[in-house]
């Protein structure tokens, strides 16, 4: 920066606060200034207790686990004590840049049937009365169940079908999107199959408490009705073939995959697995425009590269 200049940056810079903050992956535009970590729930019939870190890029206020009925006690900052404040009914803290570990406590006369976290909770760690649950029920409205409720006395019965659609993106993208019909007891599920060999998860989509393990075994909290979960991944280099293992119970044994062709970057054939109607699956409505094969496990769908790049790209002027 030539000194001259210097005297003009907080000018260039009013009310672009977050251009020192880290940018989401998927929209270099949007930036987030306070990353949160797991937070830590201990919970019994008199309180509990919850923690959590914080990495903050600059001057920012995070909001805590607690509502007007359960508000958060004791809270700590670093270890020294911190004054809460509120926002629109919630509690919130003001934390400048640095990492932070915050903890407090609540105190009730009984254990709640749910209580309010953050809309920006993603992972939750909960033991409740010694018991911890591996997925929490975390619902879309930021409430967390701490009670689970009786499922009646249908038999337990899972139907499990997946479809599978590869997007020629370069590298490539596989879309697994796994269709869940339950009955029975809410239970705990955990599948493995979600992610092919080697792919990067990138996102999951579920309206049931779910999480991708580091192995990449799918586990969801899964109660009565029909359930829809996608996983989207993608693989670190580019690749052309693409192999269905054996799968472990409650996996079905056959899937369906499409291939969405990506003909500007390069034309290729699919080979290796049989072809299918789309209109003869119950692929999902907006998949069936799209060329489907049968994939069962040990085959190897592979794409046989035709030719790179659009012979005839659209001229300009």
Not at 88 to 116: A, E, K, Y
Request: aromatic share 6%; glycine share 8%.
């Amino acid at each position: 920066m030539p000194e001259p200049l210097r005297p003009w940056v907080p000018w260039v810079l009013h009310g672009l606060d977050d251009l020192g903050c880290p940018a989401f992956f998927s929209d270099p535009r949007a930036r987030r200034c306070a990353w949160p970590s797991t937070v830590e729930l201990v919970l019994e019939d008199s309180g509990g207790t919850f923690e959590q870190s914080w990495a903050v890029y600059r001057e920012v206020d995070v909001a805590l686990p607690g509502d007007p009925r359960h508000w958060p006690q004791e809270v700590k900052v670093d270890g020294d004590a911190a004054a809460v404040g509120e926002r629109d009914g919630r509690p919130v803290l003001r934390l400048g840049p640095g990492i932070h570990r915050i903890s407090g406590r609540f105190q009730w006369d009984r254990l709640p049937d749910s209580l309010t976290l953050p809309p920006d909770s993603g992972r939750v760690g909960l033991r409740v009365k010694g018991e911890t649950m591996a997925l929490p029920d975390l619902r879309p409205d930021g409430q967390i169940w701490l009670k689970t409720e009786g499922a009646g006395e249908a038999a337990d019965r899972l139907d499990i079908q997946v479809f599978r659609r590869l997007t020629d993106e370069i590298p490539v993208e596989i879309t697994t999107r796994v269709e869940l019909d339950v009955s029975g007891q809410e239970r705990e599920l955990a599948l493995n199959g979600a992610l092919l060999p080697d792919t990067i998860p990138l996102r999951l989509d579920s309206p049931l408490p779910a999480r991708i393990e580091p192995s990449g075994e799918l586990r969801l909290k899964v109660r009565p009705g029909h359930w829809v979960v996608e996983v989207l991944g993608r693989y670190p280099a580019d690749t052309a073939t693409f192999e269905l293992a054996e799968p472990q119970d409650p996996w079905p044994k056959q899937e369906v995959w499409v291939f969405d062709a990506r003909n500007h970057l390069r034309l290729v054939e699919v080979e290796g697995v049989p072809a299918v109607d789309p209109s003869q699956t119950t692929l999902p409505d907006a998949w069936k425009g799209l060329p489907a094969y049968r994939v069962n496990p040990g085959d190897t769908l592979t794409l046989k590269l035709v030719r790179r790049g659009d012979r005839s790209p659209s001229r300009i002027g």
